[in-house]
């Protein structure tokens, strides 16, 4: 079955820092791949998405390429901002076989001090 | 506003006693799903529903049912609620299976 791995947290960083937070997937068919965050208290809004290799997803400073050769979709953003504190998983949608499911890592919390 | 709207937030019920947790979206999405998170499972799929009177199984799909009787509405039913259902559960909607899901901001629920 489809599975999402993420590293796991918690990652603290400073502000300005660099971020990277890792992903990589198992899917038996074309995946579209999507990262979601969560701040506290509140429900998952869609940070950025891809559909297909190559693709690279981009908002709010934030990137991840989807990458076929390596089933990976690590996200990065240049500097953090203690704003950006909160909880990012990734996910999967697979529309295989006339279904569709959207699996989900187990997230990775992100606090960035000032 | 387009939004997903999930009732009640927070409920705290006692075993075996039915509840309803409604789901209810203004933005005409075919796909509607229902998800629950736990400390250290991540998000979990109960169910999903490709369009009306379309629903299938997800990832943790027993002790739920789901109904899909008008686009905009996808109600979660607990006939028999038990305490490992205990949990923050989430509805979201989505257009299209490549484009991304609107989540509501959940619904809190304790059986004691």
Not at chain 1, 63 to 70: H, I, N, S, V, W
Not at chain 1, 75 to 90: H, M, R, T
Not at chain 2, 67 to 89: A, D, V
Request: net charge neutral; with cysteine.
């Amino acid at each position: 079955g489809n599975s999402v791995t993420q590293m796991e947290g918690p990652v603290t960083l400073s502000e300005e820092a660099f971020l990277t937070i890792n992903c990589t997937y198992t899917a038996t068919g074309y995946p579209s791949l999507f990262w979601y965050v969560q701040y506290p208290g509140e429900g998952l809004q869609l940070l950025l998405k891809a559909t297909k290799a190559d693709d690279k997803g981009s908002n709010k400073g934030f990137e991840a390429t989807y990458r076929k050769e390596t089933t990976s979709f690590h996200l990065e953003k240049g500097s953090v901002q203690v704003s950006d504190s909160a909880v990012y998983f990734c996910a999967l949608g697979d529309s295989g076989a006339g279904s569709y499911q959207l699996t989900f890592g187990k997230g990775t919390k992100l606090s960035v001090i000032p | 506003e387009a939004q997903v709207t999930q009732n009640p937030r927070y409920l705290i019920t006692v075993t075996g006693k039915k509840l309803t947790v409604t789901c209810s979206q203004n933005m005409n999405h075919e796909y509607m799903s229902w998800y629950r998170q736990d400390p250290g499972l991540g998000l979990r799929q109960i169910y999903y529903s490709m369009n009306v009177e379309v629903t299938d199984k997800g990832d943790v799909p027993e002790g739920y049912k789901v109904s899909r009787k008008e686009k905009r509405n996808f109600p979660l039913i607990l006939e028999s609620p038990s305490p490992n259902q205990t949990s923050l559960y989430f509805c979201a909607s989505s257009p299209t299976e490549s484009y991304g899901y609107t989540f509501g901001s959940g619904t809190r629920l304790t059986v004691v």
